[in-house]
Structure formats: C-alpha cells, structure tokens
C-alpha cells in the first residue's frame, strides 16, 4: 500500500488531513511530524482523531531521512520552512505537496510580495524542476507527474475555481473579488485579534491591497494575468471555517447568462467536488463545512454588464488538506476521491 507522511501534523490543515486519511482505503500513515509540539501526543493536537496505536500515538520530530521512506511527504507548515524542506525531501527521493505559500511563484515574483528572497528558486514556479500549482480541476495531468505540488491558498481556490472557466467571457480590467474567511484560516494562532471576545461579534477587512493571494490569483487564472490587476479584499468572520468569496467581473460584449451557463456546466459537469448552483441561487459556506466541495453560482446583472460569482469552500478542506489529499491521489494514480467522499454538515 502506498505511503503518506505529514510535517505539521499538529497545525489546523495537518490535523484535517489525519481527519480525512481515517476514511482512506488505501494510503498507509508512515509518518506524522511536528515541531514544538513533536512528543506530545496525537489526540492533544486532533482530539477528533481516534488514537491508532491505542496507547496515545505521539507527534515525531522532523527526519528528513525516515520521512524520505514515504511515498508522498504533505508539508502543513509555514513558508519558510516549507523552503527548506522540500528541497531536502526531493532530494532524499520522495514526492512533496506543499500546503504553504513557498512554491506558489516564480521566484522574481515570491521576492516582490513576500519581501524576502526565494531561498529554493530552482523548485520555483521558474525553475528546472518546478512546483505544479494544484489546483486539482485544471491541472490533473501535470499533478500526476509532478514531483512538488504548491497546493493553492484558500482565497485562491475559491476565486479561480469560479475565475478560469470564465476567462474567455469577461473584460480582463476591473475584477473585483471579496472574500471572507473564518478564523482557522490563520492557523492555530494565538493572536490576540483572533481571540473568541474579538472574533465573536466582528467583521474587519485585512490585508489589503496587497494581500499575497492577489498575486496568486492573478498569477494562476485571472483574465489578463498580472497585466490586469484584480481588487482583492479579505475579511474575517466569526466562524471557526469557510469561505465565501464575491468575484465581479464585466463582460465582453455580447456575452449573456446562457453563455455563462453553458462555459460552466462544460467545465464541472462531470466534476466530483464542484458544482455550480441554478440561477439565482447563492451558496452557503454552511453547505460545505467539512467536506472537499466547491458551490459555485453565476447570475449576469445586464444592468451594469457583469457576472457575480459567488464561490464557498471549506478553507481547511477544499482550500488545504482535501485538496492536497486529492492531489495525493492524482499522484499516486489512486481513486482521486478517496478519503474525501464527505458531505458537507448542515446546518
Ligand atoms: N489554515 C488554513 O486555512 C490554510 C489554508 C491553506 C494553506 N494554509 C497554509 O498551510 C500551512 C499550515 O497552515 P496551518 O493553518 O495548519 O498552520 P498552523 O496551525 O499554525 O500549524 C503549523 C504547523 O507547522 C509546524 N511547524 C512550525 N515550524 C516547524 C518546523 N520548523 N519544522 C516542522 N514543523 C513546523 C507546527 O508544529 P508545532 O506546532 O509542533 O510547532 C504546526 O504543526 C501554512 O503555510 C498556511 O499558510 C493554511
């Protein structure tokens, strides 16, 4: 049986992935690794986990070496040491899907929006041996023969997953995405603008303009790509997880809500975890809470010439762990829904 191992396994999308693998037929569990929290056992970091080993399986500390013995290696850690573990792991011979930012760009374009220098720019989006951006629907076919996955940030996922199939319809100036997150999207922080007596009652914009994952988006889907910059604003919400985001884009001329319609269907009709909602309907992030779908819907307002799309995720599912697990799958050439037949729970 092919293995999996997982650095980060005590973070909010390590832990969701050890959620998901408890249903997975067939991927063995080689390896779950941590940093502080390494020794301590599983359960203090995933309560929701069942305890295999039945005397209370402990977090490891990171080996590259043992680690390198798994078939495919998740890293669920921050950029910087995403950085430098995933070169350490090619070269030890495994395969990477890296849940941070770390392998998203090229490295002229890391440089500019992160602030610091790409330290393993030949495993850049530029590089000779460069990371394939996974967003699993688009890129199938590179996914299986990749070696590192940059699986996408969460904002990203929802807004390309309504984005590309779109982008021969619209006028590529003037995109305008909001976006809402719930609080796990940061992680398991412990910042005092996180805390319940903040969060609890709250909605404040952040990071804009020049959040991490406009580039992102513009990078990996967006009409016109970085030549026509897109308006991207986050906000935090009170929820635990979810995501809702808003994209406004105008149309071509000509362009009405049959064609929107149809370009939709023919792009996830006969996809697993996507589905576009009928006309008129919006999306909940409540349908999707735990499960490794996307909702999409798309209304055309001939009034002003643009489509709204509206777009929900789970931000540790669809927007991290299910969407790496698939990955994994796609990969390893294994049933790409396995592990990740769950449904979302309502209400
Ligand atoms: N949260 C989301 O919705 C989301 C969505 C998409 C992508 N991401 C990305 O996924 C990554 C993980 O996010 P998260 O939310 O799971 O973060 P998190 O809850 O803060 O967890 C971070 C994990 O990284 C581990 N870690 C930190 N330094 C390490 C080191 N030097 N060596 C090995 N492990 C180390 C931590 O272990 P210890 O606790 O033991 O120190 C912890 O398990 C981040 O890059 C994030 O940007 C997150």
Same mark, same amino acid.
Do not use: C, W
């Given at each position: 049986m092919p293995s999996?191992?997982?650095?980060?396994?005590?973070?909010?999308?390590?832990?969701?992935?050890?959620?998901?693998?408890?249903?997975?037929?067939?991927?063995?569990?080689?390896?779950?690794?941590?940093?502080?929290?390494?020794?301590?056992?599983?359960?203090?970091?995933?309560?929701?986990?069942?305890?295999?080993?039945?005397?209370?399986?402990l977090l490891d500390t990171v080996d590259v070496e043992g680690l390198a013995r798994a078939d495919v290696v998740v890293l669920g850690t921050p950029d910087e040491v995403s950085l430098e573990l995933a070169p350490a792991l090619l070269a030890a011979g495994t395969r990477v899907v890296d849940l941070s930012g770390g392998f998203r760009l090229d490295a002229a374009t890391f440089r500019t929006w992160y602030g610091h220098e790409h330290t393993?720019?030949? #495993?850049?989006?530029? &590089?000779?041996?460069? +990371?394939?951006?996974?967003? =699993?629907? $688009?890129?199938?076919?590179?996914?299986?023969a990749a070696r590192l996955v940059a699986n996408p940030g969460c904002y990203p996922t929802a807004t390309l997953l309504g984005l590309i199939p779109l982008r021969e319809l619209l006028e590529p100036a003037g995109i305008v995405v909001n976006a809402m997150s719930g609080t796990s999207g940061a992680g398991r922080s412990s910042r005092d603008t996180l805390q319940a007596s903040v969060v609890h009652g709250d909605v404040v914009?952040?990071?804009?303009?020049?959040?991490?994952?406009?580039?992102?988006?513009?990078? #990996?889907?967006?009409? &016109?790509?970085?030549? +026509?910059?897109?308006?991207? =604003?986050? $906000?935090?919400?009170?929820?635990?997880?979810?995501?809702l985001a808003t994209i406004s884009a105008a149309l071509r001329p000509g362009v009405g809500q049959a064609d929107v319609d149809a370009t939709l269907a023919d792009a996830y009709g006969s996809e697993a975890f996507v589905h576009v909602l009928p006309v008129g309907e919006f999306p909940r992030t409540k349908s999707v809470h735990g499960a490794n779908s996307c909702l999409l819907s798309a209304i055309v307002d001939e009034r002003t010439g643009?489509?709204?799309?509206?777009?929900?995720?789970?931000?540790?599912?669809?927007?991290?762990?299910?969407?790496?697990?698939?990955?994994?799958?796609?990969?390893?050439?294994?049933?790409?829904?396995?592990?990740?037949?769950?449904?979302?729970?309502?209400?």
């Open positions: 999996i191992a997982i650095v980060g396994a005590s973070g909010y999308g390590g832990t969701e992935l050890l959620r998901l693998l408890h249903r997975h037929p067939s991927l063995d569990i080689h390896l779950v690794a941590a940093a502080a929290s390494a020794g301590a056992p599983v359960r203090t970091a995933a309560p929701n986990i069942p305890d295999r080993a039945g005397g209370g399986e393993a720019p030949v #495993h850049a989006m530029d &590089g000779t041996d460069p +990371a394939v951006y996974g967003l =699993t629907e $688009h890129a199938r076919e590179s996914i299986a914009a952040y990071g804009a303009p020049s959040h991490r994952h406009t580039v992102e988006i513009e990078t #990996h889907g967006a009409p &016109g790509g970085m030549s +026509a910059p897109i308006v991207f =604003t986050p $906000h935090l919400v009170p929820m635990s997880r979810g995501i643009r489509v709204l799309v509206t777009s929900v995720i789970d931000n540790l599912v669809k927007g991290a762990a299910g969407q790496a697990l698939q990955n994994v799958n796609v990969m390893l050439g294994l049933d790409e829904a396995a592990g990740l037949d769950v449904i979302g729970v309502y209400p």
